[in-house]
């Protein structure tokens, strides 16, 4: 078990030995875990205070005169500097790499202030933005390392607890902007992005205990949506589930059901946050109360298997 | 409930620090440090000023109090349960699943809190609207609002101020709490503000500083905001973060974590309560 904020402070400190690479913090670096780069390189760290308009658009101007800066506070915080990414960053193009963590309702007992559950979908309004949200350290470090190649801004989401580890040994396959079909089955394709795709791996051992085989999905990109895989999936399984711990508007699901919608009409159900706020609670005690664990998604591919023509 | 003594106020601060620190124990999450270094002033604003009724929260001409350093819940939480707001059992609720005491306040939950806060740099204005209302309905009620040394860093506190002060908005009072500690690490390490005092001055406000650990100073200080009806008022108020525990008065450490079993005992034997 390891966190996703872990992996990312893991890719950070991995990106020491790029000159170009500076670290931008706003009083949160012990939870981003930007305070491991910053240990290793306080030359190269930008304390911004508790400032994340500011933040941002520091880290404009340096991706403006040729680094390449890593933003991160919470999630939730970066939703506060969205104008600054909008006019600042993302339509000049610029590639700062801001990083949210404590993302969604998993957060737990903070309260629904510091769960972030429409990041997601605002970021994935922006031209040239990057969208991310991983499912384990490992992938996170890598996604991490393989941005200061992308050449433009990018917004990632981590999460603040523990879930299981998937890709030790596998980091060749994991790519920006490429889905990792993580089961292979016909009758339905479970599209999945963070703390969610490890509900979706259980919701696949569910179904197979009543003979339906699931394709498991981990979409850790949203934005460029891997549409490829999206209508291969479509194809082969003629049914599909989204689940994501946010938002069920906006996020994944509605990234899905924009292309499907133009591509395949296939049944598609969304497994997220309904409309509404979460509260206090438990990491588990959300995802339940939220209706994201595995038996909802188990029960929403049995709808959506239900739907096919 | 207006007219406590200065020992009846100084015995309150102390059950709220002991309460704090159990509540927080309790949750085992939490932040104690910047509700140990708020409690005193909190005490004296509700137990000598605040005209606010405990049974009847939503009376619309109370005066407002905003905790906009929202995350310092416990020493709100501690509070309101002194003073009847809410039950002692519901301290128990603390970062508990369907509780009242959601971990950053929050006014949809919780009776006697007046914003849901937790993110900072919003409360100020928040207070500002809330002032301008109570001129429009031309109430005497004040609004109350208690910042973070750490959220000045936020630039939205400065719109408000700069506001308030263009406004001549006499009904809004501030209190900072200068702990000098922050989230990472020391405000003095993270982002220098230099002369404080002098920042609120130089937009308008009238300011005094104070210690905020001196009841007589924070009763005196409240009293002294009352007199400034042409402006907005600040008061710095110089305090320790963890102030009362040995073990975490002036450690970045005790921002966001709790007391252990034995850190537990330790507190509340300094605090000379049993458990
Ligand atoms: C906008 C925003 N950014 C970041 C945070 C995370 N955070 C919570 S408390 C804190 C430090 C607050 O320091 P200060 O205002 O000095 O409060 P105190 O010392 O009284 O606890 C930070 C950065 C937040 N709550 N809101
Ligand atoms: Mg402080």
Redesign the interface.
Known sequence: MAATRDGYGDGLLALSDNPKVVVL?A?????TKS?HFRKANPDRTI?????E??MLLVGAGLASSGYIPFASTFA??TE?AFEQMRNGVARPNLAVHLCGSHGGTHTG??????QSIEDLAIFRTLPNVVVMHPCDDISTKVLTCQLPELGKPSYMRTARNKTPVLYDGREDEIQIGKGIQLTKGNDVAIVACGVLVHEALEAAKILSVDGINASVVDMHTIKPLDTDLIDRLADTCGAMVSAEDHSIIGGLGGALAEHLISSKLIPLERIGVPDRFG????AE?MLE?MGLKSHHIAAAAKAAIARKA | MAGMSIEELENMARDCRAEICKITHR?Q?GHPGGSLSEIDILCALYGTRLRVRPEEPKWSDRDRFILSK?HASPGMYALLAKRGFISHDDLESY?????IC???V?MK?CPGVDF??????MGLSYGLGCAFAAKLDGSVRNAYVMLGD??L???SIWEAAMAAAHHEVGNLKVFVDRNRI???DFCE???RMFDIPAKWAAFGWAVKVIDGHNMTEIVDAIQWMDSITDKPAVVVANTVKGKGISFMENNPAFHGAAPNDEQLAQALSELGVSA
């Open positions: 913090e009083d949160l670096g012990k939870s305070l304390s911004c205070g508790i400032g308009q500011n939730i915080f506060r007992t903070d309260g629904s202030s510091a509260e206090s609670g438990e005690q109360m | 949750a999450a929202g970062r508990v699943l369907g509780g959601q971990g950053h929050d939950w849901s806060a937790g993110l900072l740099g750490g959220e860093q936020e630039g922050q989230n990472d390490v993270q982002m």
